[in-house]
């Protein structure tokens, strides 16, 4: 089953994350099928591709909860 997902980036105590497209058995940092987005939880700021976010959401793809709840902050939901 494929998640939709963060991936953890950044320095110690100053994380910022990635949105990725990943199978739900791998790690939390390993090697995603595609990125789709960036957030960064200490300045507040985020990026998505709405339209990737969109293909890959009818192919089946389940977002975590935390990923839900900024997808539908942002309005893609």
């Known amino acids: 089953m494929l998640k939709l997902r ?3 980036t950044g320095r110690k105590r100053s994380p ?3 949105l990725v497209i ?3 058995t791998t ?3 390993g090697r995603p099928i595609e990125e789709v987005g960036f957030y960064n939880p200490i300045t ?3 990026s998505f591709n709405n339209k990737k976010i969109a ?3 009818k192919v ?3 977002p975590t909860p935390t990923v839900l709840n900024l997808l539908k902050n942002e309005g893609i939901i």
Do not use: A, C, F, T
């Open 6 to 8: 963060l991936k953890r």
């Open 16 to 18: 910022s994350y990635r």
């Open 22 to 24: 990943i199978e739900h």
């Open 27 to 29: 790690r939390r940092d």
């Open 44 to 46: 507040k700021k985020y």
């Open 55 to 57: 293909k890959w959401l």
């Open 60 to 62: 089946g793809v389940q």
